[in-house]
């Protein structure tokens, strides 16, 4: 793996080319939050709309993973990220030329759009990678590319003071969060030129019916909509958050318009739901054993999912603040250590994906990963202002590496469910990624810091006694090759990395 990364060349070219995708949608995702602070003194915004906006970042990332995920597996990942972060300048410039707190909130929920990036290159890479690599393959997509919320809080405040004396000797954020868009979308058009779907010869495999997924028992489909209605909830409570009296943003009947909104999306997504699968639900159709899976292996990954990508979100959102006013720092010097927790993302997401792929049990690796998070975000619930700053900084790095190495765990098994609903499966665990931070950052709106921490433990650890008790180990996780789909996409010739784990019962 190493030897290919340095070469450059065949699919580790791809992987270089698909992660820095991946790394530019996090830096325009996360160009907020180094700046959070400074926006907030500049525009007179009081604390409760700071928070809102960080809910707001997140928020519509969880249905545009949901979309993403349909359109990447229709029409492949090379089309669907091109377009993707050509879009990016569209949110970036509305930050930038934001001046009061609801021409903020727009532009931070169109940005959410941004942040579903990262379901693109899932795709991607499992179409290039055999699953005996898939973990730490998808380790160094996820890894390298999150490292994009270090370079947003790292690059973005330098950035923002050197071009100062073109904002009059001020921080020029809004130079420094226009240039990331801009960037974005130049590469936009160089993925677009220079990648492809597959390898040469290679089949991408679509699903047969669009518009919703498909399942194959009836136990499943009934989890898969109660698993939709947690999204729309995680929706209605960011329009409770907008409505509440410091936030000025909607009114009570703006938001019950709101909620009927969304309950009228999710009866149309069930309606979606009961078309993909009525021949299964009328008894019209029976999947054979080779075209099975469980959905409820999926809504572990979820669960999995938030305690560990969605409390990175809410860390990496709240902790430049959270540094700020519990140690009396500048916001510069906050933000640049605030980075510490993204900076990890170079090592332990891909550390997560190979200890997956080496140490022959990606349920355990899961699992025990998932206790590392629990653990260190309770130790984090012990830091204030009296601690030593070099001590603080060492408990974040620890609940960074555990949280950031469960998402490379989590992603070691999601491409291998089901492969040709893989943008789908990984739309969904994404979206529960965001489902959490909003969850989380709700949490500290209404609370503090500590009871975050303690409330990101806890889910941690609940959620690895699931692990422990109903993961299921992955078939076909450790298949040495993937060429062979290329030439059938027959399930009687197609390797484990693409159906083997459709064999898995009810």
Known sequence: M??????????????????????????????????????????????????????????????ARIIIGMLLDRFGPRITYSFLLMFAVVPCMATAMSHDFNQLVWSRLLMGIVGSGFVIGIRMVSEWFPPKDIGIAQGVYGGWGNFGAFGAEFALPILAVATGFVAGGASNWRLAVAFTGIVAAIYGVIYFNTVQDTPSGKVYKRPKKNGAMEVTSKGSFYAMLLSNFGLIFALGLLAWRLA???????????????????????????????????????????????????????????????????????????????????????????????????????????????????????KWTMTVISVGIGISYLLAYEINGSWALPLA???????????????????????????????????????????????????????????????????ALICASLCAFFLKEPKGSFAEDYEATAATDTPEHALPSSSILAEELE
């Open 393 to 459: 900084i060492a408990v974040t790095m620890l609940s960074a590496y555990f949280a950031q190495a469960g998402c490379g765990a989590t992603y070691g098994i999601v491409p291998l469910i089901k492969k040709e609903i893989t943008g789908q499966i990984s739309g969904n665990v994404g979206a529960y990624g965001n489902f959490g931070g909003v969850i989380y950052l709700t949490i500290l709106s209404l609370t503090n810091a500590r009871t975050l921490f303690a409330t990101m433990g806890i889910a």
């Open 2 to 63: 190493l030897k290919g990364l340095i070469s450059f060349q065949g699919r580790y070219r791809i992987l270089h080319q698909t992660w820095f995708a991946f790394f530019l949608t996090f830096v325009c995702w996360f160009n907020f939050a180094p700046f959070a602070g400074l926006i907030q003194k500049e525009l007179h915004l009081s604390d409760p709309q700071k928070t809102t906006l960080l809910i707001c970042n997140v928020a519509l990332t969880i249905p």
């Open 244 to 362: 509440q009296p410091k936030i000025h943003f909607l009114s009570q009947s703006q938001m019950y318009i709101v909620w009927i909104g969304l309950l009228g999306l999710y009866a149309y997504q069930t309606y979606q739901a009961w078309r993909v699968n009525k021949e299964l639900l009328t008894g019209q159709k029976i999947y054979s054993a080779s075209e099975r899976y469980q959905f409820r292996q999926v809504a572990l990954l979820e669960f999995t999912y938030v305690t560990n990508f969605g409390s990175e979100l809410a860390a990496v959102s709240m902790l430049p603040i959270f540094f700020e006013t519990t140690f009396s720092l500048d916001h510069h010097m906050a933000s640049i250590i605030a980075s510490c927790y993204p900076f990890l993302n170079l090592v332990s997401r891909p550390s997560g994906g190979l200890i997956s792929d080496k140490l022959g049990s990606r």
